[in-house]
């Protein structure tokens, strides 16, 4: 079983740290405290933790001064400040200088929990060693001895002591992320922090200030300074993760900060020296964005000056067995129990599937199958019901499709419509581009891009169907 995270607690009210330790500890984290910033500081020195939470104001040392000498002897080690209004403009100073975030007090617990939580997170993925190639229990591997594999191993190795940037590029589920950890992990800027943004999980009008930060005012709901990932990852690694959902602005943005090697907070004038890798990745075909206008050129020569390819799954069948064994032995060792047999046919089975989502696909499916045998051996019967599972639509067993065509057939039989084809066609049509619409939250450029047609189609079939881009 996984260790619980430790928190260590740095604040001098007795109350405030009987009930936050009552909150943490109900949350699965083992909580320390000292009750001033020298005690803090040395109980940071030698005692592993995994996040400080320091109130701002303290005996000894100050939070400020906390921050500074726990970033110069642990640079990775997350800092949550707790602060008062009065203070916040120091707090942001401290921000800059190495803290993870602050809170404003009063706060409610949920937003501090989600904000623990966050942080050990990202502190965890710096340090969990990426093994490569090694049937490693416990943490994350880059699994496989094929010719393909080989080759990405060969590149990790020498772009990570490099200064430069990397393009990593393959389908979703392939394992990008992975070769981003690795590349990070063996590189000369390891101890330094490693920050992950998803370009793709953060709407566009948020993502400038999640890259940049912003100040005060910038726009509507900017009550405060605000650093941004560019200035957390400062001498350390950026992973910019689907870069390939940015927005043409956005990237325009980037490309100077790859320029300049400098910032502008949302809203600034000030100019803030930056010294950041960046590691990027997409699952787009760059070169068919480019010339659909959806992707800067100049940008991408910027980003690709080393580019990893990472395969698919169907072009390196022959490292499934190894996947499947060290998915088996995860899972064994999160529950606690032996790892089981598998027999030799549910391998051949697994094997032979075409995997369009790739490791992730494969993953889920032993997942499945690891819960289907209970503890005993794993068999042809609990695969082929696992990969069954792990590829069905949650909640939909097609019942209401055909359903719908048998009514459809049954009134063409009938003499009651005239064309059963082009209604179905339109049917599924009309259904397909609401949905995309609806999940691009009125996007039109990303659900046409979501669905492979052109802007120009995507805009004619939702007036065709009568579909307002803001459902």
Same mark, same amino acid.
């Given at each position: 079983m996984k260790p619980r995270p430790k928190i260590l607690l740095v604040e001098d009210d007795p109350q405030v740290v009987t009930a936050l330790t009552r909150v943490l500890c109900d949350e699965g984290y083992d909580v320390i405290h000292a009750l001033d910033g020298t005690k803090g500081l040395s109980l940071a020195r030698s005692e592993p933790c995994d996040l400080v939470i320091t109130d701002f104001k303290l005996p000894g040392l100050s939070g400020m001064e906390l921050v500074q000498n726990l970033h110069d002897a642990r640079p990775r080690l997350p800092v949550i400040l707790m602060t008062a209004h009065g203070t916040t403009d120091t707090a942001i100073e401290a921000t800059k200088l190495g803290a993870y975030d602050y809170l404003l007090k009063p706060f409610e617990i949920p937003?501090?929990?989600?904000?623990?939580?966050?942080?050990?997170? !990202?502190? #965890?993925?710096?340090?969990?060693?990426?093994? %490569?190639?090694?049937?490693?229990?416990?943490?994350? @591997?880059?699994?496989?001895?094929?010719r393909a594999m080989q080759k990405i191993y060969k590149e990790i190795g020498r772009v990570a002591s490099t200064p430069t940037t990397v393009l990593i590029r393959g389908e979703t589920g392939t394992g990008k992320e992975l070769v981003a950890r690795a590349i990070y992990q063996h590189s000369d800027r390891a101890n330094k922090p490693f920050i992950t943004v998803n370009c793709a999980a953060i709407p566009e009008t948020l993502l400038e200030s999640e890259l940049f930060g912003h100040e005060k005012g910038a726009f509507t709901g900017a009550e405060m300074r605000r650093i941004g990932r560019f200035e957390q990852a400062h001498q350390g690694t950026i992973f910019l993760d689907e870069i390939g959902d940015m927005s043409i602005n956005t990237q325009a943005k980037l490309l100077r900060v790859l320029q300049e090697k !400098?910032? #502008?907070?949302?809203?600034?004038?000030?100019? %803030?020296?930056?010294?950041?890798?960046?590691?990027? @990745?997409?699952?787009?075909?760059?070169?068919?964005?480019?010339?659909?206008?959806?992707?800067?050129?100049?940008?991408?020569?910027?980003?690709?000056?080393?580019?990893?390819?990472?395969?698919?799954?169907?072009?390196?069948?022959?490292?499934?067995?190894?996947?499947?064994?060290?998915?088996?032995?995860?899972?064994?060792?999160?529950?606690?129990?032996?790892?089981?047999?598998?027999?030799?046919?549910?391998?051949?089975?697994?094997?032979?599937?075409?995997?369009?989502?790739?490791?992730?696909?494969?993953?889920?499916?032993?997942?499945k199958a690891f819960a289907l045998a209970r503890g005993y051996a794993i068999g042809l019967e609990e695969v082929r019901q696992a990969v069954t599972l792990s590829r069905k639509p949650a909640g939909n067993d097609g019942s209401a499709i055909s359903g719908f065509i048998s009514d459809l057939i049954g009134a063409a039989s009938r003499g009651e419509i005239q064309n059963a084809h082009a209604t179905v066609i339109a049917a599924a049509e009309r259904e397909l581009f609401s949905q995309a619409i609806k999940l691009a939250h009125g996007n039109q450029a990303k659900a046409a891009r979501w669905l492979g047609v052109s802007r120009a189609t995507m805009r004619e079939k939702l007036i065709q169907f009568q579909v307002h881009p803001s459902l």
């Amino acid at each position: 079983m996984k260790p619980r995270p430790k928190i260590l607690l740095v604040e001098d009210d007795p109350q405030v740290v009987t009930a936050l330790t009552r909150v943490l500890c109900d949350e699965g984290y083992d909580v320390i405290h000292a009750l001033d910033g020298t005690k803090g500081l040395s109980l940071a020195r030698s005692e592993p933790c995994d996040l400080v939470i320091t109130d701002f104001k303290l005996p000894g040392l100050s939070g400020m001064e906390l921050v500074q000498n726990l970033h110069d002897a642990r640079p990775r080690l997350p800092v949550i400040l707790m602060t008062a209004h009065g203070t916040t403009d120091t707090a942001i100073e401290a921000t800059k200088l190495g803290a993870y975030d602050y809170l404003l007090k009063p706060f409610e617990i949920p937003d501090l929990l989600a904000l623990v939580e966050k942080a050990v997170a !990202s502190y #965890q993925v710096m340090l969990e060693p990426i093994d %490569i190639s090694e049937l490693s229990p416990g943490h994350s @591997a880059i699994i496989g001895k094929s010719r393909a594999m080989q080759k990405i191993y060969k590149e990790i190795g020498r772009v990570a002591s490099t200064p430069t940037t990397v393009l990593i590029r393959g389908e979703t589920g392939t394992g990008k992320e992975l070769v981003a950890r690795a590349i990070y992990q063996h590189s000369d800027r390891a101890n330094k922090p490693f920050i992950t943004v998803n370009c793709a999980a953060i709407p566009e009008t948020l993502l400038e200030s999640e890259l940049f930060g912003h100040e005060k005012g910038a726009f509507t709901g900017a009550e405060m300074r605000r650093i941004g990932r560019f200035e957390q990852a400062h001498q350390g690694t950026i992973f910019l993760d689907e870069i390939g959902d940015m927005s043409i602005n956005t990237q325009a943005k980037l490309l100077r900060v790859l320029q300049e090697k !400098s910032i #502008q907070r949302v809203g600034g004038k000030e100019i %803030i020296p930056t010294d950041v890798r960046i590691i990027a @990745a997409t699952h787009r075909d760059l070169d068919t964005a480019i010339n659909a206008k959806e992707f800067r050129e100049d940008l991408y020569y910027r980003l690709n000056v080393v580019g990893i390819t990472v395969p698919p799954l169907r072009q390196r069948n022959d490292d499934i067995p190894d996947l499947t064994r060290y998915f088996l032995m995860r899972y064994a060792i999160e529950s606690n129990v032996e790892i089981p047999a598998i027999h030799p046919d549910a391998i051949c089975f697994l094997t032979e599937q075409l995997w369009p989502g790739n490791v992730r696909e494969l993953e889920n499916a032993i997942r499945k199958a690891f819960a289907l045998a209970r503890g005993y051996a794993i068999g042809l019967e609990e695969v082929r019901q696992a990969v069954t599972l792990s590829r069905k639509p949650a909640g939909n067993d097609g019942s209401a499709i055909s359903g719908f065509i048998s009514d459809l057939i049954g009134a063409a039989s009938r003499g009651e419509i005239q064309n059963a084809h082009a209604t179905v066609i339109a049917a599924a049509e009309r259904e397909l581009f609401s949905q995309a619409i609806k999940l691009a939250h009125g996007n039109q450029a990303k659900a046409a891009r979501w669905l492979g047609v052109s802007r120009a189609t995507m805009r004619e079939k939702l007036i065709q169907f009568q579909v307002h881009p803001s459902l």
